[in-house]
Antibody, heavy 119, light 104 residues
């Protein structure tokens, strides 16, 4: 069974940094692209970042470019989201999600970790 | 970037009803559309991996169709467990529709 477990969320002041982690199990982690999707309170889904399985291709939401960075350690079955220069509008639940081998859709999701940016 | 619209934004119906959610793309460069179901306080769940194919385990009362830039998700014989918010997502486009909340 595929499982994704996020960690690292919390309360941070505006301008601060956080690193989210997502550990996968139940599948060959290094074969699959991995993603981060967020959901602000009461709002819809927003695709934040993507990294291909080899780390060679990435996508970032325009509003996080230059502030967020995605990385992965396939030896630890973990993908990271490094968030800098956090703003209040980054407050959201951040979900880690896995793609299938074909098609940029999200076939498995973690339970999410809450990031709150507030002074 | 592809923009997705969904209608209606909210849908209220009764058990046993047949309801349809529509998703429209501003333009298409992809041949697939996925649908996700999200229940309150839970992560989204992939319901349809590529129109018209239901994801394994999805009830057969869900069906999909596509015509040009318009895609539909129909729920027949609506059940209480179908309540939640439904999002569409065009293949290879890093965006979701705004969502349709289904209330039963």
């Amino acid at each position: 069974e595929v499982q994704l477990l996020e960690s690292g969320g919390g309360l941070v002041q505006p301008g601060g940094s956080l690193r989210l982690s997502c550990e996968g199990s139940g599948f060959t982690f290094g074969r699959y692209p991995m993603n981060w999707v967020r959901q602000a309170p009461g709002k819809g889904l927003e695709w934040v970042a993507r990294m291909r399985n080899d780390g060679d291709e990435t996508y970032f939401l325009d509003s996080v470019k230059g502030r967020f960075h995605i990385s992965r350690d396939n030896s630890r079955n973990t993908v990271f989201l490094h968030m800098n220069g956090l703003r209040s509008d980054d407050t959201a639940i951040y979900y880690c999600a896995k793609e299938p081998l074909v098609g940029q859709i999200l076939d498995s999701w973690g339970q999410g970790t809450l990031v709150t940016v507030s002074s | 970037d592809v923009q997705m619209t969904q209608s209606p934004s909210t849908l209220s119906a009764s058990v046993g009803d047949r309801v349809t959610i529509t998703c429209r793309a501003s333009h298409t460069f992809s041949v697939g559309l996925a649908w996700y179901q999200q229940k309150p306080g839970k992560a989204p769940n992939l319901l349809v991996s590529k129109t018209p194919s239901l994801q394994s385990g999805a009830p057969s009362r869900f069906s999909t169709s596509a015509s040009g830039r318009e895609f539909s998700l129909t729920i027949s014989n609506l059940q209480p467990d179908d309540s939640g918010t439904y999002y569409c997502q065009l293949y290879n486009a890093f965006s979701f529709g705004p969502g349709t909340k289904v209330e039963i």
